[in-house]
Structures are given as C-alpha cells and as structure tokens.
Nanobody, 124 residues
Framework: QVQLVESGGGLVHTGGSLRLSCAAS????????MGWFCQAPGNEREFVAS????????YYADSVKGRFTISRDNAKNTVYLQMNSLKPEDTAVYYC?????????????????WGQGTQVSVSS
C-alpha cells in the first residue's frame, strides 16, 4: 500500500512559478511510474505529466509542454512538478498518482494510488 502526500501549492500571479512535491508517507515508489493530474471546478481530472520509475522518460500534456517539468528522487521517495510561466487556466487542484508499473501512463485508470491534492491558483 502506498500513501501519497502533495505539497507546494499556493497562489501566484500570471507568469509565476511553483514547485509541487509528492512524498510517499507509506510504502515505496522507487519501482513505480508516477504522474500528476489536475482538476478544475466543474471539470474532469486531466493528465498533466508522467515519469518512468527511473526518471529516464517523461511525458506531458500538450498544454504544459515547455512550461512544466516532472522529476523524481527515489532516494527521497519523492516526485516533483516544477511549474513555470503559470497561466490562470492552470488553476486547479493538482493530484499525484502512482502506478503498479514502471512505465508512464496518461489515463486515470492506469494509476493505482492517489494523493489528496494541493490547490494551485493563478491570478491574472
């Protein structure tokens, strides 16, 4: 069983940056692919980024390519999402997720464990 805890959300202005962290408080994620998803009010939870178990391959939604970077530190059992050039449309709750599989996924049903989410708000 894996329990994930996100942190790092907050309120920033357009063009600002945030770094989200996702730590496994129970279990290990070192052999798991990891992902970030976001959900805005009234919308479904959408894929943002995913990373293989060793960080060797990453995959991004088109809307965040060139602005967001997913990374991981398996020694710290932690995954990160660096968010730059933030836009108001990035405003959402961001969720971290883990797969029982080492390779990237992009659908919600490909991920087995989820965190509680952290709010990101971008003002115009």
């Amino acid at each position: 069983q894996v329990q994930l805890v996100e942190s790092g959300g907050g309120l920033v202005h357009t063009g600002g940056s945030l770094r989200l962290s996702c730590a496994a408080s129970e279990g290990t994620i070192s052999s798991s692919a990891m992902g970030w998803f976001c959900q805005a009010p009234g919308n479904e939870r959408e894929f943002v980024a995913s990373i293989t178990w060793n960080g060797g391959f990453t995959y991004y939604a088109d809307s965040v390519k060139g602005r967001f970077t997913i990374s991981r530190d398996n020694a710290k059992n932690t995954v990160y999402l660096q968010m730059n050039s933030l836009k108001p449309e990035d405003t959402a709750v961001y969720y971290c997720a883990a797969r029982n599989d080492p390779f990237v996924g992009r659908r919600r049903d490909e991920f087995d464990y989820w965190g509680q989410g952290t709010q990101v708000s971008v003002s115009s």
